[in-house]
């Protein structure tokens, strides 16, 4: 099975910079996609940026121009760094990567992001 494990959140002031990790493990040469999504407090979770094995293929408007995702398909990891943050990036913030072969789906636990003063 195929394990997603996130870190690299915390609290920030606004302004400030972070950067999110995602390392899969359990299953080798098996991820295709993967993707940054969020989901603040009563809302529905949003995607944030996604990346195939080769190219970006998408960021959401809202953090166009401040977000920059990353990976690095030997280690298996996907990586998203996030610049002059606002109060309204505060969310809990999960990676996806789906299957390079077969139909499936993985998520990470989630890592908590809280931009305030």
């Known amino acids: 099975q195929v394990q997603l494990v996130e870190s690299g959140g915390g609290l920030v002031h606004p302004g400030g910079s972070l950067s999110l990790s995602c390392a899969a493990s359990?299953?080798?040469?098996?991820?295709?996609?993967m993707g940054w999504y969020r989901q603040a407090p009563g809302k529905q979770r949003e995607l944030v940026a996604t990346i195939t094995r080769d190219e970006i293929t998408g960021y959401a408007d809202s953090v166009k121009g401040r977000f920059t995702i990353s990976r690095d398909n030997a280690k298996n990891m996907v990586f998203l760094q996030m610049n002059s943050l606002k109060p309204e990036d505060t969310a809990v913030y999960y990676c996806?990567?789906?299957?390079?072969?077969?139909?499936?789906?993985?998520w990470g636990q989630g890592t908590q992001v809280t931009v305030s003063s």
């Open positions: 996806k990567a789906v299957g390079r072969y077969l139909h499936v789906t993985y």
């Open positions: 359990g299953s080798n040469f098996n991820i295709g996609a």
